[in-house]
């Protein structure tokens, strides 16, 4: 395949992946992102985010650009970070395989949601997101904050309500975005991230701490000194088994200000990586 054709592909893969009609699977996308970044690296078709959103949704401009992770699908790519970036033990949670979305809240009161989109510009999905499982509408503290997650469809209800859908997340995907809202509320939030000035955050430990206290439902994670190890454990025992779909892990530095000192590059941090599930 020559490079106009790679990124023809990935180009319209991404789109497709975006707005929930994806389909090739993350492994065959994966390789032709590997194979263009052998001939021609620095290519906006590996360095862009999402996709721009195709819907008459109304666009909302994302206040913090919503980035996306590097990924490690190797032991080897893995300990590459692993020793440029952390001193001994990560935050590991579980990478789940669903629809990004902020919430804006202003002084406790969900005003906005938005879906990744571009990473810069989404659609504007505030009356179904507001239906969702496990989305306060009121917060128990007055903060001004946006809050990011992922909007999944569990197993379960996939095969009861949406079994037209080829998988969970396209069903997501397509079901945040109908226009009536409907099957809406068979869909759930779950959060893993606040950016606020109304709370010192330091670590990953305290940010998962004060969601839960803010009545939002968080990924399953662990404090861990060999991440990679639990790859396999997670391919092989839960991510069959779990409520939702996992494609992976990601491992973080476990202090929020260092990640934040290593900085990112196209808008991905240096201090997280995705580590892929097979």
């Known amino acids: 395949m020559n490079k106009e054709e790679l990124i023809n592909k990935i180009t319209k893969a991404r789109a497709d992946y975006y707005n929930g009609t994806s389909s090739i699977s993350d492994e065959v996308f994966d390789l032709w992102i590997d194979e263009l970044s052998i001939l021609d690296p620095k290519n906006p078709a590996i360095t862009n985010i999402g996709s721009d959103p195709v819907s008459n949704w109304e666009k909302y401009n994302h206040k913090f650009i919503m ?69 306060p509408l009121k917060l128990p503290e007055k903060i001004s904050a946006t809050i990011r997650g992922e909007i999944l469809l569990s197993k379960n209800n996939h095969k009861k309500y949406f079994p037209d859908y080829s998988n969970a997340r396209n069903a997501a995907s397509g079901i945040s975005r109908r226009y009536d809202g409907e099957g ?95």
């Open 67 to 135: 980035g996306s992770l590097n990924k490690s699908q190797t032991k080897e790519e893995f300990d590459s970070w692993f020793s440029k970036y952390i001193d001994k033990e990560t935050f590991v949670t579980l990478k789940l395989d669903g629809l990004s979305v902020s919430l804006i809240y202003e002084n406790g009161i969900l005003t906005k949601a938005a879906t990744r989109g571009s990473g810069t510009i989404g659609d504007l999905i505030t009356k179904n997101v507001m239906k969702m499982q496990y989305v």
């Open 184 to 278: 809406s509320n068979h869909l759930s939030v779950l959060c893993y991230q606040i950016i606020t000035e109304d709370k010192d955050i330091s670590t990953q430990q305290e940010q998962f701490d004060y969601l839960k206290s803010l009545n939002f439902k968080i990924p399953d994670y662990h404090i861990s000194y060999d991440p990679f190890s639990l790859k396999d454990l997670y391919q092989k025992s839960l991510r069959d088994s779990h409520e939702y779909d996992l494609d992976g892990l990601v491992a973080h530095h476990p202090n929020l200000r260092k990640i934040e000192e290593f900085g990112s590059v196209n808008n991905r941090p240096k201090g997280s990586i995705a580590i892929k599930f097979d």
